[in-house]
């Protein structure tokens, strides 16, 4: 089956660095890619969706300075925490569309934590 | 609009007991709906998905799920609990069948006791 990959499976970063994270699309090509959050016990909340060489879409409420998203190719999306406060820190998931069927899929997460 | 309701953030069964959890959705257009499982620390897999024809929908690992556009249902059961099915569940709703943007219920926790 499909495989969507994130890198790193996890960080630990100091309050007011900036952290990247990535979502690739290993066996399919990806138009459109979303990202998600979910702090611990809750529901995933879409943040944005990223589409290839285009502006990402961000959902009402998050911060698009904050949450830097480049879709540069059909296989990669990256999600730039800028100056991460603690707040922060929480699981982020990334999905990928494939161009082809359609079907979207799930990469394993990214734990974050702002120190 | 969409939503999905999870009744139950926690449900308990014996091993080798029904397992039941409960999705209700709200939506303006004909829904697409989708379960989708969690394991700790890892991102979700999914279990089924209904789009159109047959309202009972068979998934991986012995689930299905029946939608009932009276009662606006699609809850997930299996007849037998596994250790193994100890888990995060989530429902999720979309516009179109291959989820162009899930809402996402609450999650239900499963725990499958010996």
């Known amino acids: 089956g499909a495989v969507v990959s994130q890198h790193p499976s996890w960080v630990i970063c100091k309050s007011g660095t900036s952290v990247k994270i990535e979502c690739r699309s290993l066996d399919f090509q990806a138009t459109t890619m979303f990202w998600y959050r979910q702090f611990p016990k809750q529901s995933l909340m879409l943040m944005a969706t990223s589409n290839e060489g285009s502006k990402a879409t961000y959902e009402q409420g998050v911060e698009k300075d904050k949450f830097l998203i480049n879709h540069a190719s059909l296989t990669l999306s990256t999600l730039t925490v800028t100056s991460a406060h603690p707040e922060d820190s929480s699981f982020y998931i990334c999905?990928?569309?494939?161009?082809?069927?359609?079907?979207?899929?799930f990469g394993p997460g990214t734990r974050l934590t702002v120190t | 609009a969409q939503s999905v309701t999870q009744l139950g953030s926690h449900v308990s069964v014996s091993e080798g007991a029904l397992v039941l959890l409960r999705c209700n959705y709200s939506?303006?257009?004909?829904?697409?709906l989708f379960w989708y499982v969690q394991y700790p620390n890892q991102g979700l897999q999914l279990l089924l998905k209904y789009t159109t024809g047959a309202t009972l929908v068979k998934g991986i690992n012995g689930f299905e799920a029946e939608f009932k556009k009276s009662e606006t249902s699609f809850h997930l059961t299996k007849p037998s609990a596994h250790m193994s099915d100890a888990a995060e569940y989530f429902c999720?709703?979309?516009?179109?069948?291959?989820?162009?943007?899930?809402?996402f219920g609450t999650g239900t926790s499963l725990t499958v006791i010996p």
């Open positions: 999720a709703v979309s516009k179109s069948n291959t989820g162009n943007q899930f809402y």
């Open positions: 999905s990928a569309r494939d161009q082809i069927g359609g079907e979207q899929y």
């Open positions: 939506s303006s257009v004909p829904p697409y």
